[in-house]
């Protein structure tokens, strides 16, 4: 897979870019994404939610060995993974090269829930250093929505569930709606090429 950078990664979170519409983030704003739809509504709670999909030219097993593998972590961008891939595991990942594990700087995010090939669900619970808003990221839950639609098609739904009112919210919202677009678009591309 060809290597890209996700703020994803963070919890991804998934990123970078550049266009004349980017948010306050430096990346372009989802719709500057060909491919990636965005369906973010706000829920009855008034908490925003964010749901950007992309369709990739690979089967349901080839998209899960991506988010449940450090081999996969470290397709989309980050330089160092540590995956334990279970209920209550940890992946942690890092942009440094051998970061070591434990390391105060890598990101850290739970596992809260998985069914193989088609839902992963994760919440930060560990953001760089100096991190704007870490604590607000960790009231937020990432959910990795796997759905086969064909022979060797799939969509790959990205959401992050909780992203409430305030600078802080706004701030991370901007930053993981540009991000996360760019890393489906990146996830899509890698995986065209690996087929």
Known sequence: MAAFS???ALACALLAGAASAATPSGFPAAKAYPGVTDTSFVADNGDRVMR???????????VWRVFSTAGG?????????YVNFRQGGVIETSYKAAA????PDNIKNQVIAFVPERLLVFRNVQ????????????RVT?????????????????????????PGF???YAKFLGGNAYTLVGLKDALAQAN
Not at 52 to 62: K, N, R, W
Not at 145 to 165: N, Q
């Open 6 to 8: 996700p703020a994803l």
């Open 52 to 62: 950007l999909s992309v369709e990739v030219a690979a089967g349901p097993a080839q």
């Open 73 to 81: 972590w470290r397709a989309l961008g980050v330089k160092t993974a």
């Open 100 to 103: 070591p594990q434990g390391d």
């Open 127 to 138: 953001a760089p250093r100096g991190f704007p808003n870490a604590a607000l990221f960790g």
């Open 142 to 166: 990432s959910i990795v929505l796997i759905e086969p639609l064909a022979p060797g098609r799939t969509r790959v739904t990205l959401s992050g569930d909780g992203y409430g009112a305030g």
């Open 170 to 172: 706004d701030d991370l």
